[in-house]
């Protein structure tokens, strides 16, 4: 049974090829189709059914028809010309050709020649489709730019090219899947069999045996109706897991020519699927398709869904990109070995001593689903390892023939990657995922050393372990020590959507240290930390960004730093997505830890904008719980302003039904009317606040009684919200307000004088928080905060840079956009004290920015702070305020929001070291209560 050749058995082959044909007088009507078939045979590829020959198609320039010289569907098309000919134009020819194909037949790769030449265009190229020539006397030396006729896979990953082909690959598990799940095939089964194969799939096309055995066998070996599928691919499958030995000598010849596999993926005995002609072709056009161009990490997500019928019909829109991993496992271990390669590259003795040390390395994935992390981690290693022994050979004069090669023998071994899953299919699918990487990393080490370790048998993998990672002891798994390497993306289960299990989790590995406000994902940080303990090691995990904002960062970091771990790493808010148009983003952040604090800094990168490019920010001291490179401070709630500064407090519930709130039509009719208008007030909610909407209420504190018998329109309206609060649940404060329907909920922190309205939430994309300064006869709805501000300093505290970059860092966030906090970001602004001085530049800051607002009356704030088109003298004018409130900060010179954090953080230290800073109100197990109430 046929095997991938090795390269130097292909280069072999391609000189005696060359001499062969060297002196054929190259007839393209005598000599073509046996040309073609001793140049696959070069490859390995000796039975005629993995090409067609002469297959008849129309070419599209013309619509005459023509014969396509050989063609090995959805992979290559080559077309011969006599000797001479121009190889342009036979491939034109090609081209033209190509257009009559139906999809699964499209091939990837044109070869012309004209017994002389070879010319090679790649149809998937993202460089560009420039071709490759060579001289036939050359074949020898180019041998590996053919080499996927042998089923060697590419050397680059992650390309578009893949994407596609893992879509378009997993979309065709998913029909086979329905088709067995319409005939009712126990589910736990269909899994199994789909598995299986996936990998029939994929090894008729990468060069584990002949290439297209599975779809003969399927073509040749059934019936079109599919009664006889089922039994046929049992008895194929159970042939597979048996040893040849153990194998009975009458085995139908094809069947037997399957090797062995192992690797336990068919050794579990499962009942026969019934199929029918319809499932049948599902299964065939699967098997028509180049399984060898997938990438196992993408797949192996996109595999995973096919089981779900929402996920099924969005497939290709979510899945985890490799792009998004390199965050993880870059600044974790690879970028360092690598700069160790480009530092020992002149140095033998260094490139050995790194083989040897990234073979003591382990890596777990405890949430590791289909395994992405772990196929990515394991094929980077390796592709280093590759680069690593290819520079020793050069510099040593070794040859692959006396060096090695055994599996044993490698710097990275699958055994070294585990990981632990919740649920058994995507344990499955992780596991298999392993065994594909594992077979395109020996492809690779043969491509390029000439000799690799056999795929198969595989070897079974037992690191992959099903089970609750919160709840199962990970030694079980892997044991600790300084050289593992802890990953994942854990589930994005905010604090408040837990469910019950999921909260019990937590407390399991939290214990007295639980809090309510922590996201599950943190379960995962806390229990990596325990594991690891004081041996070292390094963990990282994705996460959403809700983990380094606001009260949870407190109740994560803090007993991490304690413990005696740092942030080695982090990327700020980016967006987790695919390429795909539709996908939805979810704001991640990856924060990595370790326990070196000498010779290793620490590493921070920031986004302009969640879905743009990485940029390393500079860490001159570390990285605390906020992402930032500030001293490690928690700030924690706070009732009262830490600073000079005046509360802040909700705005007025109408609590109304809508009945006290006015909109334009009421509006004309009120003021209409003599008694009702003298009680219309200006009413803001968020949308009237920030995007200058026209709304109003009817403001009733001071009202005579004697209006409500003289205004139809009073009483109707103060009549319909005692209405609508007598229907209301009688716990509830809106029914309790019932015998008073003419007020809003009462409010004894209304500002009466002039105040600051705040929104509730921000759009991330301001440069500056939006903010009003309203005389107290505007109203401001709950949706807003008020702060009683006669002369202006709290505007201009708020207005200021220094303020906004404290609400992005120390602040929650709803999605992506800014949330104020009286307790968490307003009360606890460290603003020094001011002198007469700087207080007095700081208000006139503040006047400055009402006077540019002046200017321009008929703006909103929207319209006032659209970062594309703020006004120059708005700008000038926040410069100006900026200027003030940085001096008082101590700050000199350009500021940037780096900088300015660095201040707060800082003078919010030196305030508890000096302490200055009173507890909290509640204290901490009390807000823990609450928030697990």
């Not at 030449?117 to 998937?124: A, H, M």
């Amino acid at each position: 049974m046929a095997k991938t050749l090795s390269m130097n058995e292909i280069r072999s082959r391609a000189a005696r090829f060359a001499r062969d044909w060297k002196d054929e007088p190259g007839d393209e009507r005598q000599q073509a189709q046996s040309f073609v078939r001793d140049l696959l045979g070069v490859y390995g590829i000796t039975e005629t059914r993995a090409a067609f020959y002469e297959k008849r198609v129309k070419r599209s320039s013309t619509g005459s028809r023509g014969y396509i010289d050989a063609l090995i569907p959805g992979l290559a098309l080559i077309e011969m010309k006599s000797a001479g000919k121009d190889l342009a134009a036979a491939e034109q020819q090609a081209l033209d050709y190509i257009d009559d194909l139906p999809d699964p037949e499209v091939p990837r790769w044109v070869i012309t020649s004209d017994f002389r030449r070879f010319r090679l265009l790649d149809l998937r190229s993202e460089t560009g489709t420039v071709p490759l020539e060579f001289e036939l006397s050359e074949l020898r030396e180019q041998a590996d730019k053919l080499a996927f006729l042998a089923g060697y896979g590419e050397r680059t990953f992650g390309s578009k090219a893949q994407e596609s082909a893992s879509i378009k690959a997993a979309k065709l598990m998913a029909s086979l899947y329905e088709a067995l799940e319409g005939s009712g095939y126990d589910d736990h089964e269909a899994s199994v069999f789909l598995v299986r194969t996936l990998f029939a799939l994929y090894a008729d096309d990468a060069g584990l045996w002949d290439r297209d055995l599975f779809l003969e066998f399927l073509e040749t070996r059934t019936a079109e109706d599919g009664s006889d599928l089922g039994p046929q691919l049992s008895l194929l499958y159970q042939v597979m897991g048996r040893e040849p030995g153990r194998r009975q000598s009458n085995l139908d010849e094809l069947i037997a020519r399957f090797p062995y596999v192992n690797g336990g993926v068919f050794e579990e005995p499962l009942s026969i699927p019934s199929f029918d002609a319809g499932m049948r072709k599902r299964l065939t056009d699967a098997a028509m398709f180049n399984w060898s161009a997938i990438s196992p990490a993408i797949f192996g997500s996109l595999f995973q869904a096919v089981k779900d019928k929402t996920a099924r019909r969005e497939l290709g829109e979510h899945y985890t990109t490799e792009t998004n991993i390199m965050k993880v496992i870059g600044p974790m271990f690879l970028d360092e070995l690598r700069q160790r390669f480009t530092d020992g590259y002149h140095d033998t003795a260094k490139l050995k001593k790194l083989r040897a040390d990234m073979s003591r390395m382990r890596f777990l994935d405890p949430a590791c689903g289909c395994g992405n992390f772990l196929v990515v981690g394991y094929r980077q290693m390796r592709a280093l390892d590759l680069e690593v022994l290819l520079r020793i050979q050069e510099l040593s004069g070794e040859t692959a023939r006396t060096m090695f090669f055994t599996e044993e023998h490698l710097a990275v071994k699958l055994s070294s990657f585990h990981g632990i899953e919740l649920e058994e299919w995507p344990a499955q699918i992780a596991a298999t995922a392993l065994h594909l990487v594992e077979h395109q990393a020996n492809q690779a080490m043969e491509l390029a050393l000439g000799a690799a370790p056999d795929s198969l048998p595989l070897d079974k993998i037992k690191s992959i372990v099903v089970g609750n990672a919160l709840r199962i002891d990970w030694a079980d798994v892997v044991e600790p020590s300084a050289d593992l390497y802890v990953m994942g993306n854990p589930p994005f289960i905010g604090h408040k959507t837990k469910a019950t299990a999921q909260r019990d989790d937590l407390r399991v590995v939290w214990g007295a240290q639980f809090d309510g406000y922590l996201d599950y994902v943190t379960g995962w940080f806390k229990k990596a930390a325990d594991f690891l303990g004081d041996r070292g090691g390094h963990f990282a995990f994705v996460s959403t960004n809700s983990i380094v904002q606001g009260q949870p960062v407190p109740a994560l970091f803090r007993p991490l730093i304690d413990a005696g771990w740092r942030v080695a790493f982090a990327h700020r808010t980016f967006a987790w997505t695919s390429e795909a148009p539709s996908a939805a983003a979810v704001h991640c952040v990856v924060t990595g830890f370790d326990r070196i604090t000498k010779g290793r800094p620490a590493v921070l990168f920031d986004y302009d904008e969640p879905r743009g490019e990485p940029h390393r920010v500079p860490v001159t001291e570390q990285i605390n719980g906020y992402l930032h490179d500030a001293p490690n401070v928690y700030v924690d709630t706070r009732e009262k302003p830490l600073a000079d500064l005046p509360v802040a407090s909700f705005g007025t519930m109408p609590a109304d039904g809508g009945n006290l709130l006015i909109d334009e039509d009421a509006h004309a009719i009120a003021i209409a009317d003599p008694i009702a208008a003298k009680y219309v007030r200006p009413f803001l909610g968020a949308k009237e606040l920030v995007q200058g909407k026209s709304r109003w209420c009817l403001w009733l504190e001071d009202l005579d009684p004697s209006d409500l018998r003289h205004s139809a329109f009073l009483r109707e309206r103060v009549e319909g919200c005692r209405e609508w609060r007598s229907a209301q649940t009688p716990t509830g404060d809106a029914y309790k307000l019932r015998l008073t329907p003419h007020l809003f909920r009462p409010n004894s922190k209304r500002p009466t004088s002039n105040y600051v309205c705040v929104p509730r939430h921000v759009s991330e994309a301001r440069t500056f928080f939006p903010v009003a300064y309203l005389e107290p006869e505007s109203i401001s709805g709950d949706a807003n905060f008020t702060i009683a501000d006669p002369e202006g300093l709290a505007f201009a505290v708020l207005s200021s840079s220094a303020f906004l970059a404290w609400q992005k860092a120390v602040g929650g966030r709803i999605k992506s956009d800014l949330r104020f906090s009286s307790t968490l970001t307003w009360n606890t602004f460290p603003l020094p004290t001011l002198s007469d001085e700087q207080r007095a530049a700081v208000i006139a800051g503040g006047q400055a920015v009402l006077d540019a607002r002046a200017l321009h009356p008929e703006r909103s704030l929207a319209d006032h702070y659209n970062p594309l088109a703020m006004a120059p003298d708005l700008l000038r004018a926040h410069r100006q305020l900026d200027a003030a409130i940085d001096k008082a900060l101590g700050l000199r010179g350009t500021a940037t929001e780096d900088s300015r954090l660095r201040a707060l953080f800082t003078n919010y230290q030196q305030l508890i070291t000096a302490g200055e800073l009173a507890m909290p109100a509640k204290p901490a197990r009390q807000r823990r209560a609450r928030a697990a109430s």
